[in-house]
């Protein structure tokens, strides 16, 4: 799945919008199903609420991994192209600055 842009409201030193393409990297595979794939992202504008810094987020999906009512599916994001790569770098630095993804 292709994003035309990542916004972050509540952090106005995001204004980085690179153009993301998605891929899932672990959980019930969802790659034969496009339904699926747009319920987990009904728009190409990939909006993001809330960040938690990774060592509260590793609690958390350990414990809903071990929920058997909950599924967990892994995505990993990168730029679409090689001209969208310096943006994607600087929102993957800014969050990692932040303390919100490993580096």
Known sequence: MTF????????????LE???????????SQEHDPRLWQTLFPTDLLHV????PKDSSAQFLLQVRLNP??????????PSSEENKEQ?????NFLIGKGYVAN
């Open 4 to 15: 035309s842009q990542i916004h972050m409201p509540r952090d106005p030193d995001s204004a």
């Open 49 to 52: 609420e809330g960040r938690v």
């Open 69 to 78: 009512t909950k599924e967990l599916i892994g995505v990993a994001f990168s």
């Open 88 to 92: 994607f770098d600087g929102l993957l």
């Open 18 to 28: 690179p153009t993301l393409v998605a891929r899932q990297m672990g959980g019930r």
